[in-house]
């Protein structure tokens, strides 16, 4: 993260979500939305293959400039101090840095770079495509609780049914909370439990075990069937399965001391580029630049 950022501390919950943003210049940008891919439907597949997805709304064009500013900016500013130098300082005698083909070493690293930042992307999608799964799962299970408990239920068991139906309502709402920084509960389920479910929860040290614990207990009461409870308890063993993988994908990041020499390595490379982009590019060289550090 750059320097010159800072997370607002300022947060306005809007119903199923929090709002957040990281860019301090501008907080109404949310780069949530920026990288957020939704769910798609038959409406937004005509539009992904439609050709008109190769032109970019002015919105996003906005975000992504206001997202991105720093690292062009700074390629933007290297390339102006190498303009000064070259103007300015050679003519006084100071030595020509460019005379000589700058261009070969950049050559030889773009290879390195390219293989860098390759790892660096699978990585980050192969977590992110891990966490998508996650949420699926997590969808299933819901779904297929619901189905074991109506389909299983006694007839004076329906307020139990109710129940389970609560809390399986939040179990997506409570794992959010469990992995994010937004450790208070959030305003659906405020609005979905009762005082008593409430303060339950609110106490629990490790909220998503809790939720666990309610709807095995509540699972037990609902059905006799000793067959039912088992397809029931394994379902729920899955949703602390997936717990534990949020948990893991919080917890252990991508190893520090490789993105840091990722990120060193990119940030050199493009901070000596404008030196060895001049005798070619010469007053085009911050716009040559600022492209390539945005790309």
């Keep these: 993260m750059w320097p010159w950022r800072r997370k607002l501390s300022s947060k306005k919950e809007l119903g199923r979500e929090y709002y957040f943003s990281h860019t301090a210049c501008f907080p109404c940008i949310d780069s949530y939305d920026l990288f957020a891919d939704g769910s798609a439907d038959w409406d937004r597949w005509q539009r992904l293959k439609s050709w008109q997805r190769h032109i970019p ?3 996003t064009c906005f975000q992504v400039a206001v997202w991105y500013w720093p690292p062009v900016l700074l390629a933007v500013g ?5 303009a000064i130098y070259k103007v300015v ?4 005698g100071a030595p020509d840095i460019t005379q000589h083909n700058l261009t070969i070493p950049f050559s030889l690293t773009s290879t390195a770079l390219a293989l860098l930042l390759t790892f660096r992307t699978n990585s980050a999608y192969d977590r992110w495509w891990e966490a998508r799964k996650i949420l699926g799962g997590m969808l299933g299970v819901t779904r297929d609780l619901m189905r074991q408990a109506m389909t299983s239920a006694r007839p004076d068991s329906q307020h139990l049914v109710a129940m389970m139906g609560r809390w399986v309502i939040a179990m997506p709402y ?6 994010t920084e937004f450790q208070d509960v959030p305003l659906p389920l405020k609005k979905l439990l009762n005082d008593r479910e409430l303060a339950f929860l609110t106490a629990a040290h490790h909220r998503p ?3 666990s614990q309610v709807l095995s207990d509540t699972s037990m009461a609902l059905t006799q069937s000793d067959y039912v409870y088992g397809l029931m308890s394994a379902r729920i ?3 602390a399965d997936f717990v534990a993988a949020s948990e893991r994908l919080l917890r252990q990041p991508i ?5 840091r020499h990722t990120s060193r390595f990119v940030i050199i490379w493009i901070l000596l580029l404008p030196w060895a982009l001049w005798n070619s590019c010469q007053w085009l060289t ?3 630049a600022g492209g390539v550090s945005f790309l």
């Design 89 to 92: 300082c050679e003519p006084r």
């Design 255 to 259: 190893p520090t001391a490789y993105t």
């Design 174 to 179: 409570i794992l959010r909370t469990h992995i």
């Design 286 to 288: 911050p716009f040559v």
């Design 78 to 82: 290297m390339s102006g101090f190498v």
């Design 209 to 211: 075990a809790a939720v």
């Design 237 to 239: 063993s899955q949703y």
């Design 57 to 59: 709304t002015p919105m």
